[in-house]
């Protein structure tokens, strides 16, 4: 063997391909997806697979900078960057190249590369999906998203399992921070022991800073507390019992968080509610409620929140909100054994010059047609054809084939 050909079929790790039916099973989701944001009033848009750093990266923090594969601009020296998210991208046309001042609500979907995995199996190239609305702060915008989100995912094809919704709001840790009276530099200590969920650590610290707003003993109460507020509906009243030291940013983040979960339960009333407030996932980027759609599996499939701050780089401060996905997740973890239809009609390879003017009308009403390549060994079988063209006295007909 050619040892110059050894292993050339191989892929990078987290990078694949789509075989012809994963392929259509994706782009019929796909179009599913941008007909069902098309019918919510949503308009498409289509940013660059590449830009300059410093606007690629504004907003997204070190995370997203981790994971972004980057090159030098050959023309000027710049440092360019491949997305590994569309979102910021989709805040700058908003900000800068449609300066409405009424809310845009914008979709997308594209490819996207990232420079590692998530950790749990998931690809460095995802075909991601997603959606995003600019102007508006209340709670009925994160209701849009969240319900639109459902929507999408809806269109999977085969049947949708229950979902479950996964809700936070990252408010109410601010709330408690804000509380405490720390600086900088004690927060991201704090931070870090609750990611770590070290009650001693926790403990430790605010023994050390003195927070300067809280007696110790309320301190330690409400943020060992707050790490165990998970659960469903309920734990918003133990919540606001738990909080009553911290300042009034909590509440109103709790009571926007009961304004989104009464609004889901109006229209997904069998829909599943999990509220986790300690999920500070993208603490540093989001600045209100967080979401994510999770399969009884417990595979995620979409998430988003609010981010209201990423605008102002960009020049134009707006209020913002939206989720995204993978569309290949999507159909794995839905539709793992989709297949395209076998369907279409079979033309022997003897009779198409007689037959191009039925082989014409059959492609324009819609029909796949498969014409033969004389020689190649094709059949109506192998060609994935259920019909084949006959013709019969002085007309074409379509021939019933028998597929194994």
Known sequence: MDQSTINRWLLPDGVDELLPDAAWSVEQYRRAFMDCCKSWGFELVDPPLIEYLDSLLTGSGETMDLQTFKLV??????????RADMTPQVARIDAHSLQRDVPNRFFYTGSVLRARTDGFGGSRSPRQFGAELFGHAGPESDIEIIRLMLAALDQAPGETPELMLDLGHVG?????????????SQEAQLFAAVQRGSIPDIKQL???????N???????????????????????????ALLKHANAAAIDALDNLQQIISAIKTSHPTMRINIDLADLRGYRYHTGVLFAAYTPDGIELARGGRYDAIGAAFGHARPATGFSGDLKRVIDSISPHASAAVTGVFVPWAIHNDALAKVEALRDAGERVVVELPGSGSTA????????????????????ILIK
């Open 73 to 82: 601009d050959q023309h000027n020296g710049r440092a360019m960057g491949v």
């Open 172 to 184: 109410v840790y601010r709330g408690i921070v804000d509380a405490l009276g720390l600086d900088d």
């Open 206 to 212: 605010l023994a050390s800073q003195k927070p300067a």
């Open 214 to 240: 809280v007696s110790d003993e309320h301190a330690l109460e409400m943020v060992s507390g707050f790490m165990r507020l998970q659960g469903d509906e309920t734990i918003l009243t133990d919540a606001k």
């Open 381 to 400: 079988q192998n060609s994935n054809c259920d019909r084949q063209l006959q013709q019969q006295q002085s007309e074409w007909v379509l021939a019933p």
